[in-house]
Structure formats: C-alpha cells, structure tokens
C-alpha cells in the first residue's frame, strides 16, 4: 500500500527512526515486525520520497493481500488494517517531526506530481520553483517578510505562488490566508500563506488547480515495461532479499515513474511493479550500460497473472527491450491486477 502523500506533512528522523527498529540500506530504511497475534508481519519501506506499507503472511510466504483491498469488509483483514493503523501512529508520533511550510510543499508536489524543486537564484535560496514535466512553472514557494503581504511583524513567512482561474484570482483574496500574488502577474496568479491556520487540503487543491493550468500531465500515468531476463540475474531473490536493486536504464525513465518487470521465457509474464526511486546513476565498473536506476518494489504478480497472452491485445507480441506504456495499457494492467485481487 502506497501512502506516501503522508510525506507532505512527515520529517522523518533518522535517530528515532533507529531506535524504532529500522534498518538503513542506501538510503532505503526498512522495518518489519509481527502485527500483534494475527499471524502475519508489517513491513515498511521508506525512501526520499516513497512509503509503503505491506502485510505479509509468513505461513503463505507472500503478502496479504486483502489488507490492500479497501473493499475487503472481513472481520480479519478489519483487525489487519486496524493492527497496522497503530504501527503507523506510533510511527508518526516517535519518529516525525512537523515539517515546515516549504519542505511540505516541496514533499507534497514531488509525491503527486513527481516534481524535483529547482532554486534558480542564488541570490535567494529559499525560493523554490515547481515545474511541470512540460517546463512549464506551476509554482513558486517564498519565503518573504510578512510586510510585503501587508501583514504585521517582522517574522518570515512561507507563501505558495499559484496558477488560478481569473475567477478565483479576484474572489479568494481576503488578507489572510489569500493574497494578490506577489512577484508575479496578479491577472493569473495567486499567493497563498502557508504559515497560518489554513488546512493543507486547500493550498494543495489550488496546486492541483495550477498544474492543470500550466498543462501538466498525471505523471503517475506514465509507466514503463522492462524486460529481465532470468537466466542471467534472479531478480526475483534480489527483490524479496531486498527493498530495491539497482538495473540498467531505460530511455528516459524519470525519477517516481512506474516500472513493471516483464520476465522472459518460460515465465513471459510481468512479475513485479517498481517505482525508479533513483535515476541517471552511472554504472559500476565493467557493465556495459550508459545509465543505471534504482528500482523498488511496489508488488509482485502471480505467474500467471500478466501472461505475455493477455497482453496481446494492446500490441503486446515479445518484451525484448524497454518500452513507455499508454494510459490504455495502463489501465488494462491495473484492472487486471484489481480484478484477481476482488477474486482473492
């Protein structure tokens, strides 16, 4: 279960995270414990950008299944979830701190929209742009003196510059919370405070708003299959020993972009869903590869689940190199995986 958007408000410590029972590895930090008498074990993954939570059944020797199932009404999985929403409060409370306006920000639009930040001025640190995959500016994070706003005080503030509908620009100001944009062309933009009571719900529908705006695409649309060929490297032991492993490149995947590992012959089938968590990696020494990327595990496939044969509908007659899906492949992939899942 992705709940990564829990990072927009979550600054993790990597201290109490220690002392909670996790284990660091390359930057990936990972926790596994039984949940209470149930019979089956929590296991966290958390990376920069990514967490993810998976219940998994040791007398199975695979994950739970149901626990990702919201629709699953069953007393059991009910007990499972419940188990494992107390594991993740106590997660919050001893190992978090709040994170500050811009690093919420700066969190929130790198796990929806996977937005690297950009600080362009070096004359002004703190200033941090929000782009599209496009290039297209989308927002603009500030902190400013609370004079320019008009307010009180000498303090420092954080304000989020916003693409907004002509509508909203005119009627949302109020002095508060919404501001004429500062910096920036008041016909199309809008400022909104940060540092004050307003929930995080409002400033992140009016960034959604934005990226709309400026054209940006749902990037967690865009997904990639690769090919892994058995014979040469077990993948399958390298992604249940570990959380991610580190794979050649592929065109121009990008950092938080799906990618499903398709296995050759005799398997010929997708077997697990990663996300690049790490791109542009230079190769070890002696591997005939430009690039290298670091992939981790989202969730693995039965064999015969994604078959080479239901693929072929949507073009699919070999996987012998890397290739970018359509949101139609997607699409058919996902209800594949969501139909098997209401079945079992």
């Known amino acids: 279960m992705d709940v990564s958007y829990l990072l927009a408000r979550w600054h993790f410590v990597p201290e109490k995270l220690t002392a909670f029972g996790f284990h660091a590895d390359h930057g990936v930090w990972t ?7 149930l019979g089956v074990e929590l296991h966290v993954t958390l990376t920069e950008n990514t967490l993810t939570l998976h219940v998994y059944d040791p007398d199975m020797g695979e994950n739970y299944l149901p626990f990702e199932m919201p629709n699953d009404t069953g007393a059991f999985a009910a007990a ?8 993740v409060r106590r997660l919050q409370d001893e190992c978090t701190v709040q994170a500050d306006g811009t ?29 599209t995959p496009e290039n297209k500016w989308y927002g603009l994070v500030m902190p ?5 706003l008009g307010l009180a005080g000498t303090d420092t503030v954080t304000v989020l510059n916003v693409k907004a509908a002509p509508e909203k620009v ?7 919370h919404y501001f004429p944009a ?18 995080d719900a409002a400033w992140q529908e009016l960034l959604q708003e934005s990226y709309s705006l400026a054209g940006g695409k749902d990037w967690r649309g865009t997904a990639w ?3 892994a060929n058995p014979k040469y490297y077990d993948f399958r032991k390298g992604l249940e020993e570990n959380p991610c492993i580190t794979w050649k490149q592929t065109g121009t995947v990008r950092k938080g972009e799906t990618v499903y590992l398709y296995s050759a012959a005799p398997d010929s089938a997708i077997l697990y869903k990663c996300r690049a968590i790490a791109v542009d990696l230079a190769p070890e020494s002696g591997l005939k590869a430009k690039r290298m990327m670091t992939i981790a595990k989202v969730e693995a496939y039965p064999d015969d689940l994604l078959t080479l044969e239901r693929l072929k509908p949507y073009g699919f007659h ?23 899942k209401n079945e079992h």
């Open 31 to 37: 926790y596994a414990a039984p949940l209470g008498d």
């Open 80 to 87: 499972v979830r419940e188990a494992a929403e107390a594991v």
């Open 103 to 131: 690093a919420r920000i700066v969190a929130y639009a790198r796990a929806q929209y996977g937005t690297e930040t950009e600080q362009p001025w070096e004359k002004y640190p703190g200033f941090c742009t929000l782009k």
């Open 144 to 148: 400013v003196p609370a004079k320019v």
């Open 170 to 176: 005119v009627a949302l100001p109020d002095g508060r």
């Open 182 to 199: 500062y910096h920036m062309n008041k016909k199309h933009w809008l400022s909104i405070l940060i540092d004050s009571d307003l929930p």
């Open 225 to 227: 299959i690769i090919p």
């Open 318 to 340: 070999a996987v012998r190199s890397g290739r970018r899906l359509t949101a139609d492949i997607v699409a058919h992939i996902e209800g594949l995986v969501t139909a098997y």
